[in-house]
């Protein structure tokens, strides 16, 4: 088994839970030993904006340092929203003057050297792990499922920390194909979901979620795949009337269901058309 | 008689409390350095023995930039310490009704929603004087481990030392009362033989023993207190 260390993050120790449970039995089925960073602190959630406002850079270091102190280089996020705000605090304490500041400041921890790299799932399933043993391992290949890989914004922007294109991803699609499903391409797969605005204006997000819908529905998609809590939820529970009931799942859900530690979902179960094993 | 005469002159430090400088004995506490100089305490003071969090302190020392947190009662004065008594924190306790809401992250969040401006400064653990991972306990409340934060504050005096230092503004010692509060009425395994007892005795069990009692003169409860049976150590 090799050795990865992971980040959860909050939400998937609580409304996405589903995400982190297939993902890690998934990861075991590949030979990997998942284990959590000690001590964790929420990300920072969401990353700050502002150059001169130093706090808001302390937690996301201070897991960095976690990772520090376990001898590892390198940090598995799954949730974007994580992977964003862990991967541009890991970027912008690449200033020295940065990172004096944020040392100097936390006086409690060891200093943070530098050099922790934070990556995505789907960055580590294409190219750590990569798509030939990706289809080896499969069980049970999703063929016949028209799925949409959905982007959003946290995993592909700004491009300094994007896992792929930013306007033409193929990331995930290279995944969904290797695990024997037909990605579906759909002209909102890289746009906004509305994020926090869920909250002030539900009904930005009520029209953005049922943009997204739309067009998924429209290209064929069966069901969306996402890598983020937030935008799970806009797409569910701030579906307009109407709008195409698409079911949403975490990627994490679908590598899965191929890989046979998790059963396919029955609605999604009668379109395959591939040999079940 | 005559008296003993102590010849003995304690050493002396100096400290100062609330900026005047005071030369008080080495090895008091720094509750009983200000008593010994002249300060009466009617707030600020409780057990003395480092369980009620009453007598909350910061304290500065020459030559260091941290300010440091301590009970009064625990701590003995440095030569050079600057001191101040924080007496009360003020901070807002939400009401809820503990039956109606559910142990889950939510309710933290709904109830203390400053919970979420927490950036991990780690400057409440600095401050708590129980040396609780007062941070950690903060991260288990974000991700609703509501368990989590039971045990890591289970020790926690209230005396709000890192509700005051809390940048994010966070009402800790209330959040934490909540969490336990919610472990115990939802989480915490059931004490079943207590359960039985309560029932038994809800159906009658101890009720004759009980009117039998009284019944009796106050002479004759006296007689049967003596004679009670004491369990041998």
């Given amino acids: ?277 | 008689m005559d008296e003993v005469q102590v010849k003995v002159k304690p050493e002396m430090v100096t400290v100062y409390i609330m900026g005047q400088a005071y030369q008080v004995p080495a090895g008091l506490t720094i509750l009983k350095a200000l008593e010994y100089a002249g300060f009466r305490l009617v707030r600020g003071v409780g057990c003395r023995g480092g369980f009620c969090g009453a007598c909350a302190t910061v304290y500065r020392l020459p030559g260091d930039y941290r300010l440091y947190a301590d009970l009064a009662c625990q701590t003995t004065v440095k030569d050079g310490m600057y001191l101040a008594l924080l007496p009360s924190t003020p901070a807002e306790r939400r009401s809820y009704d503990i039956r109606k809401v559910k142990p889950a992250g939510e309710t933290l969040l709904a109830l203390y929603p400053e919970l979420a401006r927490c950036v991990a400064c780690n400057t409440c653990t600095k401050s708590c004087p129980q040396k609780l991972e007062v941070m950690d306990a903060v991260q288990a409340a974000l991700r609703g481990d509501i368990a989590k934060v039971a045990e890591l504050t289970f020790d926690c005096l209230s005396c709000g030392l890192c509700t005051m230092r809390c940048p994010a503004e966070i009402p800790h010692y209330h959040v934490w009362q909540l969490a336990r509060r919610l472990y115990g009425a939802y989480l915490a395994p059931k004490a079943e033989h207590l359960h039985r007892r309560v029932q038994e005795i809800e159906e009658g069990k101890c009720k004759e023993e009980l009117e039998r009692l009284m019944r009796l003169t106050r002479e004759e409860l006296r007689e049967l207190y003596k004679a009670r049976e004491i369990e041998p150590e």
Wanted: negative net charge.
């Fill in chain 1, 1 to 277: 088994m090799k050795r990865v260390l992971y980040f959860p993050g909050c939400a998937l120790k609580d409304q996405a839970q589903e995400y982190e449970r297939a993902t890690l039995a998934a990861l075991a089925k590949l030979g990997y030993k998942v284990e959590e960073l000690p001590r964790w602190n929420c990300c920072g959630t969401v990353y700050s904006l502002a150059q001169d406002d130093l706090m808001r850079h302390v937690g996301p270091v201070r897991n960095l340092i976690r990772v520090q102190e376990a001898g590892e280089e390198k940090l598995l996020t799954l949730c974007a929203m994580c992977y964003n705000t862990l991967h541009r605090s890991a970027e912008f304490v690449n200033d020295p003057e940065n990172l004096r500041r944020i040392n100097a400041f936390m006086d409690d921890e060891e200093d943070y050297r530098g050099g922790v790299r934070v990556l995505h799932l789907v960055q580590f399933l294409a190219e750590e792990i990569g798509e030939e043993d990706l289809s080896r391992a499969m069980v049970r290949p999703l063929e016949g499922l028209r799925l949409g890989a959905y982007y959003g914004c946290t995993l592909l922007r700004p491009k300094e920390v994007g896992v792929d294109d930013p306007d033409r991803p193929e990331i995930m699609e290279r995944i969904l194909q290797a695990l024997g499903a037909e990605p579906v391409l759909f002209p909102e797969r890289v746009e906004c979901c509305g994020a926090y605005l869920t909250v002030t204006r539900p009904d930005v997000v009520r029209e953005r979620a049922g943009e997204i819908l739309l067009s998924a529905a429209e290209a064929g998609a069966q069901a969306l795949l996402t890598v983020c809590p937030l935008c799970k939820f806009n797409l569910e529970e701030r579906r307009p009337l109407g709008a195409p009931k698409l079911l949403v799942y975490y990627v994490g859900e679908a590598l899965a269901w191929a890989l046979g530690t998790q059963e396919i979902p029955e609605e999604l179960a009668k379109s395959l058309t591939g040999v079940m094993s």
